[in-house]
């Protein structure tokens, strides 16, 4: 399939600056930035929104199919061109919990630096917030897509203000890239250069690099490629795109946030990741020593490069049982050498849990193309108990993708345990399934339902309910809106 027909149409002219949080931060800009934003000269302006992980989670960078829904909640992004060659850069959401909301930088120091050099120029946690923004200007660099070391070619003063939520598991870090990189690119009119999937890629590389978290592109992708109202699907290997797949007619997708704080880059996300790569490694030698012995030299990947293409039936019948359960990663080492992962590092001291995180991405791949498969059935079906069969089919994958995420991936969370429970409780009332979203250990809940307003009722319950019980004020995601690349970017 063209990667072409699965990219959303451009939004109509000016439509950019009525979509949330647009408005909000042009009028910030101008009232408390005044003396930064010259009034006289043009400024562009950009918005990403955030994402909601229907199914796929943890699994895009072992290769699986992902099913990803864009929210309403966004990241947007004022630039106005300098007449120096600085950088300065202000976070709106930073000054609003008294932090330290300002960073430059010269840009013919970002020119000196290696990706690994800026890393360590943003390590102290003050300043790594800038590394999502300042990282896209070189990476645009890096690429040879724009040459910063021109004489000619004048600095930017960047705002951001982002109502998405931090640590919710709604790729806030990549919402802030892609608005940052879409403006940069229509700002220096390099986007006639590139597609979707690349922005996406450049933005992933800023996560991985700059800032330090291995995140696979799932989060960016859908940022930039997103429809409003629909599922953005995408196979990770590394990004084909296929066609946006609609919701069945009176279904919809509604996240809810835990309050409990996530993060990609925490040990454990890092952790799974590494295990899961580990026992990709393994799989593979065993495979090439099975070829052997059959008088077989083994020249490439089985598997293509990604754990995802192992069908579940032969890894539980042949391959499993070879996975030890956990191994420190010093033994890994060596024997096998290394991983095939880039963005990770196995670290000598750490039990890692092998088979776990390689039962949890083997069989999460086969769920997500099995609920995509009842979505797509119920779309057409025209009896009403069977489309109600397939929904509910495809809402209970939705609770054991959930399960292997707290039993094998060992990135569960007790409050979203609760959530998930909850919304079980509540079936009856045109809920279908739900499960804990994203890299996991907290942050959003992803739920299945129909349009109803018995779920609207439903939903209040469960939130009422959950702050009760954990004392947590918890929130939910109901609306949708359009990716970067379809919003485009405005001159005002």
Not at 284 to 295: F, S, T
Not at 410 to 422: F, H, P
Not at 450 to 479: C, S, W
């Amino acid at each position: 399939m063209s990667s072409q027909r699965a990219y959303p149409a451009p939004l109509p002219a000016g439509e950019l600056l009525n979509l949330s949080p647009v408005p909000t931060l042009r009028s910030r800009v101008s009232a408390e930035l005044s003396a930064e934003f010259k009034a006289d000269r043009p400024i562009r302006l950009s918005r990403a929104p955030g994402r909601l992980d229907v199914m796929g989670g943890i699994a895009d960078y072992t290769g699986s199919l992902v099913c990803e829904a864009t929210l309403d909640r966004a990241a947007a992004v004022a630039l106005q061109e300098r007449d120096d060659r600085e950088i300065q850069i202000f976070s709106f959401n930073l000054l609003d919990h008294h932090r330290p909301f300002t960073f430059r930088m010269p840009m013919d120091s970002l020119a000196t630096f290696s990706i690994d050099k800026l890393y360590s120029e943003l390590s102290e946690s003050s300043r790594r917030w800038a590394g999502y923004l300042v990282g896209c200007l070189f990476v645009l660099h890096e690429t040879g897509l724009l040459d910063i070391t021109r004489a000619d070619l004048r600095g930017v003063t960047i705002a951001l203000y982002s109502t998405v939520p931090l640590g919710a598991g709604v790729s806030s870090s990549a919402a802030v890239e892609v608005a940052t990189m879409m403006n940069l690119v229509d700002h220096y009119g390099v986007r006639e250069k590139l597609d979707p999937m690349m922005v996406a890629t450049m933005c992933q590389r800023v996560e991985n690099f700059v800032v330090g978290a291995p995140s696979g592109l799932m989060d960016q992708a859908a940022c930039t490629a997103g429809h409003t109202g629909m599922l953005m699907r995408m196979i990770c290997q590394p990004h084909e795109l296929q066609r946006p797949l609609a919701l069945p007619e009176g279904v919809r997708v509604i996240g809810i946030n835990s309050h409990v704080i996530h993060s990609v880059g925490g040990h454990m996300y890092g952790r799974t990741r590494c295990a899961a790569f580990m026992a990709h490694k393994m799989i593979y030698e065993v495979m090439r020593q099975m070829g052997a012995k059959a008088g077989r030299e083994m020249t490439a990947d089985p598997m293509g490069g990604y754990l995802a293409n192992l069908d579940p039936e032969d890894y539980k019948k042949f391959f499993r049982a070879y996975l030890p359960e956990y191994m420190k990663g010093g033994q890994f080492l060596l024997k096998f050498g290394g991983t095939f992962d880039q963005a990770t590092r196995v670290e000598p001291d750490v039990n890692y849990h092998v088979q776990r995180a390689a039962d949890h991405h083997v069989l999460e791949a086969r769920r997500v193309r099995n609920f995509v498969e009842f979505l797509t059935d119920a779309s057409s079906e025209a009896d009403g108990a069977k489309r109600i069969d397939l929904l509910n089919k495809a809402g209970h994958l939705m609770y054991a993708s959930h399960l292997s995420y707290t039993n094998d991936a060992l990135l569960g969370a007790d409050e979203c345990d609760l959530l998930v429970k909850l919304v079980r409780e509540r079936e009856h009332l045109g809920l279908y399934g739900a499960k804990i979203t994203g890299g996991g250990s907290g942050g959003t809940v992803a739920v299945l339902a129909n349009t109803g307003h018995g779920v609207d009722r439903a939903i209040t319950d469960i939130m009422a309910e959950y702050e009760k019980q954990t004392g947590l004020k918890p929130e939910a995601f109901l609306g949708s809106s359009p990716g970067a690349w379809a919003a485009g970017t405005a001159v005002v």
